[in-house]
C-alpha cells in the first residue's frame, strides 16, 4: 500500500473526512477555553454520528413499545425495528444465520455469558483454559471465576517485546486439557492485531471452544465473523459508533442450541411451570427480559453508517493514519512507541510512553490542549507488568481522525516535554 | 483548565519532589506499612512509618505514579515527620481542604511548599493522586493504633 510507505507527508485516504465529521455533532464541541476537542480516545468509546442518535430518538418519538408481546401497532413497529437492527448488524459481520446472534449490554456481558452458561457447567478439575497475557480484564476475570468454581487451570500465551502473541507456545499449551482457549482478536492496550483464524483452527484441533474478544475487532476491521473458526465472538456496540450499553455475541448454533441459558426470565422461555420451563430458541433463549429495544435500533443504524463508508475504507483509512502518527511520534526525543513495528500488525492504537513524564500528567497536559487521550494500565495490569511498565499512554483513533488532529498531539506532547523541563 | 494552573502544578520545585525525593526508600524497622493503591490509574505506594513516644520518628514511600502523587507523598513525609498524630491531622485537613478549592487553606502559611500542588484543585480527576499519602498516613495511625 503506498499510503503506508510515505508516512512523512499527512497520509491521503479513501474517506471524504471533512464531510464524515459533519455526522458527528460532538467533533464541533470546544474545551472551556474554546480550543477543539481532538477525541483520540476511541479504543474506550466512539462518537456517534446524527444518524445513529435520530434512529435512538425516532424509536422512541414514532416505535416505542414492549417487543415481543403486545399485539397492536407500536409494539409490532418495534418487533420489526428489533429484528431488522438484528439482520444489519448480522450482515456487517458476515453472520448468515441472524439467530446466532445474540444481543448483550456489551463484550464484557458476552465474554461472561460464555464463562457462566459454558464454563461453570462444562469445566472439571484439571481442565485447562488458555489466554493471553495481552487480554482486557474482561476476558481475563470471568476465566478467573470459572477457575475458582470448577477447579480448572488457567494458562497464558506470552507476548515479545512488541507486544505479539507466542506462537510457538500454542503447541505445548494447546492439550487434551485445553477445554476452551479466549483470545482478543486485537489488543485494547497495544493494538496488536493476532492471528486469530491460525489460533482457532489450533484450539479447534486440540478439541477446545474457541472465544474471541471482538471488542477491538469489529470496529475497524472487515471481520467476517463466521469465517475466523471460532465458536464465539463477543462485541461492543459503543465502540463501533453505536450506543453503550448494546453490544452481540455470535455464538455457533450447535453450541448455543446445547448450551443452557444465562439469565432466566420473560422472553427466554418457552412454556413455565411452577417447577421447571422449556426455553425458547435462539437467540431469544439467552434474551432473558425486556430487550434494550432502542439500543439494537441505535447499534443497527452504526451498522448501517459503517456499511455505507465501507470497511476496506475504514481499515485504509486508520492504517494511514496510524502510519502517520508512529512517524511523527517517533520523531518526538524520549518517546517510545510500544506494540508491533509492522503496522499490518497494529489496528488503530498508538500506546507510547514520553521519557520520565507519568501517562496521567501527560493525560492532563494534553487536555490542556484539547486533546483527549487515555492513560493509564486499559484495564490491563498483567499486560503492563509484562511490559515492565505500570501504564502508557494511549492515542486511538477511528475513521473521523485526521492527521491535522496527529499533529495537534504533536504540538502538546512537545508542551509536555516543555513543563517537565526537557 | 487554566493554563496558569498547569504551570502551577508542574513546576520545578514538584518535579523536583516527583524525581528525586529524600523520603523515597524503605525503613529498616517500621511500626506501620500501608500499601495505597488508586485503582483508577493503577498508582501505587508504599508507606512505612517509625513512631517514638507518639511522634511520627522516620517515614519513607516507595512505588509509582505521576508526579502528582509522588510529589504530594514526598511533601506529605516531609511535613509528618517529627509530628505527633494530633498535628498531622491539623494539616492533613488544611491539605486537604486546599485540594479541594479552600482558598483560604491554599493561603495558609501551616502548609508550606505543599501550597504549590493547591493548583490540583482545578483538576478534579487528580484530587486523588494528591491524596494518596495522606490517605496512607491515616491508614498508617490506624493499623499503628490497632496493634
Given amino acids: ?422 | 483548565m487554566e493554563r496558569s494552573a498547569l504551570d502551577s502544578v508542574y513546576q520545578e520545585l514538584i518535579l523536583k519532589h516527583y524525581r528525586s525525593s529524600k523520603f523515597r526508600g524503605e525503613l529498616a524497622e517500621p511500626d506501620a506499612v500501608v500499601p495505597m493503591r488508586n485503582p483508577v490509574c493503577g498508582d501505587d505506594i508504599l508507606l512505612q512509618v517509625q513512631v517514638r513516644e507518639g511522634r511520627i520518628e522516620a517515614i519513607r514511600f516507595s512505588g509509582h505514579g505521576c508526579a502528582i502523587s509522588q510529589a504530594a507523598a514526598s511533601m506529605m513525609s516531609e511535613h509528618a515527620v517529627g509530628k505527633s498524630w494530633d498535628e498531622v491531622h491539623a494539616i492533613s485537613a488544611r491539605f486537604r481542604d486546599m485540594i479541594h478549592g479552600d482558598e483560604t487553606a491554599a493561603r495558609d502559611k501551616a502548609l508550606g511548599d505543599m501550597r504549590a500542588l493547591s493548583g490540583v484543585a482545578k483538576l478534579p480527576r487528580r484530587v486523588k493522586c494528591a491524596m494518596l499519602g495522606w490517605d496512607a498516613l491515616e491508614e498508617a495511625e490506624k493499623k499503628f493504633a490497632a496493634e
Fill in chain 1, 1 to 422: 500500500m503506498s499510503i503506508l510507505s510515505t508516512p512523512d507527508a499527512p497520509p491521503a485516504t479513501p474517506l471524504d473526512v471533512e464531510r464524515i465529521r459533519e455526522d458527528f455533532p460532538i467533533l464541533r464541541e470546544t474545551t472551556a477555553q474554546g480550543k477543539p476537542i481532538v477525541y483520540l480516545d476511541n479504543a474506550a468509546s466512539t462518537q456517534k454520528p446524527r444518524q445513529v442518535i435520530d434512529a435512538i430518538s425516532g424509536h422512541y418519538e414514532r416505535n416505542n413499545a414492549n417487543v415481543h408481546r403486545g399485539i397492536h401497532e407500536l409494539s409490532n413497529r418495534a418487533t420489526d425495528a428489533y429484528d431488522h437492527a438484528r439482520q444489519r448488524v448480522a450482515a456487517l459481520l458476515g453472520i448468515t444465520d441472524t439467530a446466532e446472534l445474540i444481543w448483550t449490554r456489551g463484550t464484557t456481558e458476552g465474554l461472561n455469558l460464555v464463562a457462566y452458561a459454558y464454563g461453570m457447567n462444562n469445566l472439571r478439575p484439571g481442565d485447562e483454559i488458555l489466554l493471553s497475557v495481552l487480554e482486557h480484564h474482561s476476558n481475563l476475570v470471568p476465566w478467573q471465576l470459572v477457575a475458582q468454581r470448577t477447579g480448572a487451570r488457567l494458562r497464558f500465551l506470552e507476548i515479545d517485546d512488541q507486544g505479539r502473541l507466542d506462537l510457538s507456545m500454542l503447541d505445548d499449551l494447546l492439550t487434551e486439557r485445553t477445554k476452551i482457549v479466549s483470545i482478543t482478536h486485537v489488543s485494547n492496550a497495544l493494538g496488536t492485531v493476532n492471528p486469530i483464524k491460525h489460533i482457532a483452527a489450533k484450539a479447534k484441533a486440540a478439541g477446545a471452544l474457541m472465544v474471541v474478544d471482538g471488542a477491538q475487532s469489529a470496529p475497524h476491521l472487515p471481520v467476517d465473523v463466521p469465517s475466523l473458526g471460532a465458536d464465539f465472538y463477543a462485541f461492543s456496540g459503543h465502540k463501533m459508533c453505536g450506543p453503550t450499553g448494546m453490544g452481540g455475541l455470535w455464538g455457533r448454533r450447535e453450541v448455543l442450541e446445547a448450551m443452557p441459558p444465562f439469565h432466566g426470565g420473560g422472553d427466554m422461555i418457552e412454556w413455565v411451570e411452577l417447577e421447571s420451563s422449556t426455553y425458547a430458541p435462539i437467540p431469544a433463549k439467552f434474551e432473558a427480559g425486556t430487550p434494550n429495544v432502542a439500543g439494537a435500533v441505535g447499534l443497527g443504524a452504526a451498522a448501517d453508517y459503517l456499511a455505507g463508508l465501507g470497511r476496506e475504507a475504514i481499515l485504509t483509512h486508520e492504517r494511514a493514519l496510524v502510519a502517520y502518527a508512529v512517524k511523527q511520534l517517533s520523531d518526538i526525543p524520549d518517546l517510545t512507541v510500544l506494540g508491533p513495528r509492522d503496522l499490518s500488525e497494529r489496528s488503530g492504537v498508538v500506546s507510547f510512553t514520553l521519557a520520565d513524564i507519568h501517562p496521567h500528567d501527560l493525560a492532563t497536559i494534553l487536555d490542556s490542549e484539547g486533546v483527549a487521550i487515555r492513560a493509564g494500565h486499559h484495564c490491563t495490569q498483567p499486560l503492563m507488568k509484562c511490559l515492565g511498565v505500570g501504564s502508557t499512554a494511549r492515542a486511538s483513533f477511528y475513521l473521523y481522525n485526521t492527521p491535522a488532529e496527529v499533529d495537534t498531539l504533536v504540538e502538546a506532547l512537545h508542551k509536555a516535554r516543555g513543563l517537565f523541563g526537557y
